[in-house]
Nanobody
Framework: QVQLEESGGGLVQAGDSLRLSCGPS????????MGWFRQAPGKEREFVAS????????YYADSVKGRFTISRDNAKNTVYLQMNSLKFEDTAVYSC?????????????????WGQGTQVTVSS
């Protein structure tokens, strides 16, 4: 069973940076495609970023491209989301998710395991 736990959320000002972590998982996620999603109050959950098992392939939502970076350290069984130049509209609960295959994916339905999420609040 893959168990995911996010950390690193918090309250920041617009323009600040945060790094979210997902892991370490008690079961290895080094061979799994991983993703970050977010859900703002009153809105549907949306894709943020994803990464293949090796890190060679990444995808980003247009709204975060150039500001957010997804990465992974398979030796530590951990996936990261570096968020720079944060905006008020980035405020949401951020959740990491794991696939049961190796590739990156934009699609929520491709992910089998989910963390509980961590709150990111950006004040304007």
């Amino acid at each position: 069973q893959v168990q995911l736990e996010e950390s690193g959320g918090g309250l920041v000002q617009a323009g600040d940076s945060l790094r979210l972590s997902c892991g370490p998982s008690p079961r290895t996620i080094s061979s799994l495609g991983m993703g970050w999603f977010r859900q703002a109050p009153g809105k549907e959950r949306e894709f943020v970023a994803s990464i293949s098992w090796s890190g060679a392939r990444t995808y980003y939502a247009d709204s975060v491209k150039g500001r957010f970076t997804i990465s992974r350290d398979n030796a530590k069984n951990t996936v990261y989301l570096q968020m720079n130049s944060l905006k008020f509209e980035d405020t949401a609960v951020y959740s990491c998710a794991a696939r049961t295959s190796t590739g990156a994916s934009l699609w929520e339905t491709d992910y089998a395991y989910w963390g509980q999420g961590t709150q990111v609040t950006v004040s304007s």
